[in-house]
């Protein structure tokens, strides 16, 4: 069965900083590109960063690029999200979401989510 | 930034048919995929390149793209099938969600 389990989660002051992981299962890791998505409380998904098969490529969405960093460990078969400089704006449920390619592109969709993690950035 | 577009929410009576739609500049020129996401849940793939289903999806969904416009389309409406639904593109090296639309089966 392919899995998703995020963790990491928590309050954060703002300014502060936090590691997502996110271990896989059931597939072969390095054949998919990973994605994180966000939904803040009562709204919809927003798109947040993308990472190759391989890991070297990586996408961000505007609002986090140059805070935000994905990376990968492909013998841990574990997707990371470190979350610099946060703000309250970055407080969200986060999801890692399997992508159906192993490069981003224009065929990139999600097949499989993970349950979420949540994020609250607050004093 | 490219964006997607989908009216935040349609109604439908029990199995009649619903659709919503997600506009987007020549979002026919692209590929359009589509999320269900219920209450407390993870979203889930319904619709991928702009007409196909995941396994495991019933036939009554389906969906188009052409032109500035791509629709998701449910047959036979079911209580089941209220949530809220969100289109997806690629555009530019990024992933670009619609702002999503809350299907009522009143």
């Known amino acids: 069965e392919v899995q998703l389990l995020e963790s990491g989660g928590g309050l954060v002051q703002p300014g502060g900083s936090l590691r997502l992981p996110c271990a896989a299962s059931?597939?072969?890791?390095?054949?998919?590109?990973m994605n994180w998505v966000r939904q803040a409380p009562g709204k919809g998904l927003e798109w947040v960063s993308i990472?190759?098969?391989?890991?070297?490529?990586?996408y961000y969405a505007d609002s986090v690029k140059g805070r935000f960093t994905i990376s990968r460990d492909n013998s841990k078969n574990t997707v990371f999200l470190k979350m610099n400089s946060l703000r309250a704006e970055d407080t969200a449920v986060y999801y890692c979401a399997k992508d159906i390619v192993e490069e981003p592109g224009p065929g990139s969709r999600m097949d499989v989510w993970g349950k979420g993690t949540t994020v609250t950035v607050s004093s | 930034s490219y964006e997607l577009t989908q009216p935040p929410s349609v109604s439908v009576s029990p199995g009649q048919t619903a659709s919503i739609t997600c506009s987007g500049d020549?979002?026919?020129?692209?590929?359009a995929h589509w999320y269900q996401q219920k209450p407390g849940q993870s979203p889930v793939l319904v619709i991928y390149?702009?007409?196909n289903r995941p396994s495991g999806i019933p036939e009554r969904v389906s969906g188009s793209n052409s032109g500035n416009t791509a629709t998701l389309t449910i047959s036979g409406t079911q209580a089941m099938d209220e949530a809220d639904y969100y289109c997806q593109a690629w555009d530019s090296s990024s992933v670009v969600f619609g702002g999503g639309t809350k299907l009522t089966v009143l």
């Open positions: 020549k979002l026919g020129d692209k590929y």
């Open positions: 390149q702009d007409r």
């Open positions: 059931g597939f072969i890791f390095s054949s998919s590109a």
């Open positions: 990472i190759s098969g391989s890991g070297d490529r990586t």
